[in-house]
């Protein structure tokens, strides 16, 4: 299934989700934007940083 990010939300979606639809209805194509497999996983931009939390303790 390929995966698509939501640009204009409708009913029981939000603006920004990531969804997976096996077949995109035409009526939906101005709503999304499609994902490559890369994109859509969430990696840090700074992994070793450290936040607040981590530097109080």
């Not at 390929?2 to 969804?19: A, C, L, M, R, S």
């Not at 939906?28 to 607040?52: C, G, H, I, Q, Y």
Request: charged share 30%; no cysteine.
């Amino acid at each position: 299934m390929t995966k698509y990010e939501v640009i204009i939300p409708w009913h029981g979606v939000e603006k920004g989700q990531v969804v997976e639809l096996e077949n995109l209805h035409p009526a939906f194509k101005a709503n999304v934007r499609a994902l490559s497999n890369d994109a859509a996983e969430l990696v840090p931009a700074t992994p070793k940083a450290k936040s607040k939390k981590d530097k109080d303790e």
